[in-house]
């Protein structure tokens, strides 16, 4: 008889997507049940919900403004979109716009891309460390299903970054492990680009992690005399075209600055808040469940007693996973360090510690021999406790966010449950007036990127004095108590926004619009210069207006540099989209 071999055949390509699709749907199944909408009540919520309802409206009417907002955030001309995830913000005003705005659709759409997006990244990052596949997907649950991962369930938190962080994981790794390969280019700019257009701080998060990994490169490279020709090239291929395809990232940054030299910044305080820590559910963005740590813990343990036969990667995998808990859970504690508090949270940490520590299992899970698999016994089964606490959380959640939807019981201005149920119904109720204490609803989360034309220019300062901001915020545009006209509407058109109201006579009027450096103001036809102006603390309008009707608009104009690299980003992502068919029909040809 022939012996027949051991080995499975491994998956079809497609067989592995649909299980991805299937299992990333999987989990959100008691959520979607019972009603859907964890987390859509969370801080960060409403100001997501803002900055896509914003994208869908550009897209729907043709009106762009890639620069200030017009349509939502109570159509103040605020710039959100171009510093936090421009791609990702117009893949869900997209989604958004193709469900007729009907909000709890959509968030059950975008939690399922959310963890497809994780859950192919983890697969991505254990495959190229030649995991199993079953075993990759399995970790790849785990990933979607605790830690960072889960916060959009959690607080309606931002989650599209985290996503794509075991792409610069594998990437890291590779430095250490590929001798003959350690940088491929396309990898290494997959990797930046997603994480550029999706999340600037999972990006920085991801450099971090990334430039350690090279610094060990180098000094091995060095130790080990392996030729500089073999990295150099793609390394300067990558940097290149990351550089072209995200010009409107750091390109749109620096516009901003540049003609903005002072703005309210993300919150930074003197310190960091929110350690993580392991916890029974691991239901918050800081944290793992317990059941996920024991595996963790006992993948390290594996290590520890092969550590002879453990691969450079491992041990770089095992120090990273040291390193980011430490910082992640306060035992290093990085505050002291110069403008490290930008991180805000000890946690975020985690989105590096985790997938690092997933690689730990991963390779333990490999290690295995075929008559001893009490390991994968182990994980499988710490996993399903792990998955059935996550869905029994997020059912209940989503239970108890539709009692608050339908017997609401707060009437605060600012957190008014009343008003939000209408919105998490029809998120186009965003863009209209009809709503006044919907329009406040954003408020606690409007005043980052705002100019700021006061004294303070310490972002830890602004923190501690951000009722300033607030305040200004609050009376210039949500109440525009310096509004002395009647009649105000206010309608986008190809020249950004355009602003009609009725004056009982010439005087001055304050109007709810912010002005940035490069805002460009006609008031009746006639352009307006600074002196024509007078700017609050956060850049809120007033302008002399005449006696009866008046029309003002606003447009933002980008400078000239600014476009010529626009028109190149566009001119190169097209070459690139090109070479990539040529290349692919040419291999099919052969």
């Known amino acids: 008889m022939k012996r027949r071999s051991r080995e499975k055949k491994e998956l079809s390509f497609w067989l592995v997507i649909v299980s991805i699709f299937l299992l990333s749907f999987f989990v959100l199944v008691p959520e979607i049940v019972m009603g859907g909408g964890t987390g859509i009540l969370g801080n960060d919520g409403f100001f997501h919900l803002n900055r896509f309802t914003e994208a869908a409206m550009q897209i729907k009417t043709g009106h762009f403004s890639y620069f200030q907002q017009f349509y939502t955030f109570n159509y103040s001309g605020k710039i959100v979109n171009s510093f936090y995830g421009p791609l990702n913000a117009y893949l869900q005003g997209a989604i958004l716009l193709m469900v007729h705005f009907k909000t709890l659709v959509w968030w059950s759409i975008s939690l399922w891309l959310t963890n497809v997006f994780g859950l192919s990244s983890m697969y991505y990052l254990q495959r190229t460390l030649k995991v199993k596949q079953v075993y990759a997907l399995v970790l790849g649950l785990v990933f979607i299903t605790t830690g960072a991962m889960v916060a959009p369930v959690v607080a309606g938190m931002y989650a599209v970054g985290y996503a794509f962080i075991p792409l ?76 072209l395809l995200n010009f409107n990232i750091y390109g749109g940054y620096f516009e901003v600055k540049h003609s903005n030299p002072q703005m309210v910044m ?18 918050n963005f800081a944290n793992i469940s317990v059941f996920i740590a024991l595996v963790i813990a006992l993948s390290v343990l594996i290590i520890l007693w092969r550590a002879k036969k453990v691969p450079a990667w491992v041990w770089l995998a095992l120090g990273m996973t040291a390193l980011f808990s430490a910082i992640a859970t306060g035992i290093l504690n990085i505050a002291v360090l110069p403008e490290a508090t930008i991180f805000q949270f000890f946690g975020r940490f985690m989105a590096l510690a985790f997938p690092f520590a997933l690689v730990l299992v991963g390779y333990a899970l490999s290690c295995q021999t075929t008559k001893r698999k009490w390991f994968t016994v182990v994980t499988i089964l710490c996993t399903l406790l792990s998955v059935v606490m996550y869905m029994g959380v997020t059912a ?119 002005k940035y450096g490069h805002t460009v103001l006609k008031l009746n036809g006639k352009k307006l210069t600074n002196k024509d102006i007078q700017l609050s603390v956060i850049g809120g309008v007033s302008v002399k207006a005449k006696e009866g009707g008046n029309v003002l608009t606003v447009r933002y104009q980008p400078s000239s540099w600014f476009i010529v690299g626009s028109l190149l980003q566009v001119i190169g992502s097209l070459l690139v989209l090109i070479i990539i068919i040529v290349k692919k029909r040419k291999k099919k040809a052969e």
């Open 168 to 243: 610069i994981v594998a990437a890291s790794l590779r430095l250490v492990r590929d001798n003959q390969r350690p940088i491929v280019f396309w990898e290494l700019t997959v990797a930046l680009t997603l994480l550029a257009q999706t999340h600037m701080l999972s990006l920085v998060l991801g450099l971090i992690a990334y430039a350690l990994s090279f610094i060990i490169f180098l000094v091995r490279s060095i130790w080990q005399k392996i030729n500089w020709k073999i990295w150099l090239f793609p390394l300067v291929k990558a940097v290149g075209l990351v550089l």
């Open 266 to 283: 993300p919150f930074q305080s003197d310190i960091l808040y929110w350690p993580s820590k392991v916890s029974l559910l691991g239901l």
């Open 396 to 514: 209940n959640k989503s239970l108890n966010v539709q009692r608050n939807l339908q017997n609401p019981a707060d009437k605060g201005i600012f957190t008014s449950i009343e008003a939000r149920a209408k919105v998490y119904q029809d998120a186009s109720l965003l863009t209209g007036n009809q709503l006044s204490s919907v329009i406040t609803a954003p408020i606690s989360e409007t005043i980052d990127y705002l100019p700021n034309h006061t004294t303070i220019t310490n972002p830890v300062k602004m923190f501690k004095n951000e009722s300033i901001f607030y305040n200004t915020f609050y009376a210039d545009i949500i109440k525009m108590q310096n509004f002395t006209g009647s009649k105000l509407q206010r309608k986008v058109t190809n020249d950004g926004l355009m602003m009609t109201w009725q004056s009982a006579n010439a005087q001055k009027t304050g109007l709810p619009v912010i």
